[in-house]
């Protein structure tokens, strides 16, 4: 299958996907989160978003906004590696890998120093956009 072209899409149909992901997440009766996990998968910080949980702009990408300007308490140290985002009832919306903002992770974290994250301090998500 890898012979195949890739497959265009309209910027009408792009747009009505990005409106049915902004749907989805914001389904339920909490807001989005995103679990931010080391490659062990050992939990170290959850990030709650708005509510809806970003905005599509014109550029055509969902940008992600997190609910709290000064970040979200992390529990526990470590490298951030994965980082899973679900509707506030749960429902997996995606997994990716995470970054620092000049990183090409699906999930970028404030700075350019990469993705370490101390117990106790604050995370605040960088500028994710989701095509």
């Given at each position: 299958?890898?012979?195949?072209?890739?497959?265009?899409?309209?910027?009408?149909?792009?747009?009505a996907r990005l409106q049915a992901t902004l749907a989805f997440a914001d389904s339920g009766s909490?807001?989005?989160?995103?679990?931010?996990?080391?490659?062990?998968?050992?939990?170290?910080?959850?990030?709650?978003?708005?509510?809806?949980?970003?905005?599509?702009?014109?550029?055509?990408?969902?940008?992600?906004?997190?609910?709290?300007?000064?970040?979200?308490?992390?529990?526990?140290?470590?490298?951030?590696?994965?980082?899973?985002?679900?509707?506030?009832?749960?429902?997996?919306?995606?997994?990716?890998?995470?970054?620092?903002?000049?990183?090409?992770?699906?999930?970028?974290?404030?700075?350019?120093?990469?993705?370490?994250?101390?117990?106790?301090?604050?995370?605040?998500?960088?500028?994710?956009?989701?095509?």
């Amino acid at each position: 299958m890898s012979d195949l072209p890739e497959f265009d899409i309209s910027a009408a149909h792009a747009l009505a996907r990005l409106q049915a992901t902004l749907a989805f997440a914001d389904s339920g009766s909490e807001a989005s989160r995103i679990a931010l996990y080391d490659s062990a998968e050992q939990l170290l910080v959850t990030l709650t978003l708005t509510k809806p949980c970003g905005q599509i702009t014109e550029a055509g990408y969902l940008l992600l906004t997190q609910a709290s300007g000064g970040g979200d308490m992390i529990l526990a140290s470590g490298q951030a590696a994965t980082g899973v985002w679900a509707t506030g009832d749960g429902k997996l919306i995606g997994r990716g890998l995470v970054t620092d903002e000049v990183g090409a992770g699906h999930f970028k974290l404030l700075g350019s120093t990469g993705t370490q994250l101390y117990a106790g301090g604050k995370a605040i998500l960088g500028e994710t956009r989701i095509a």
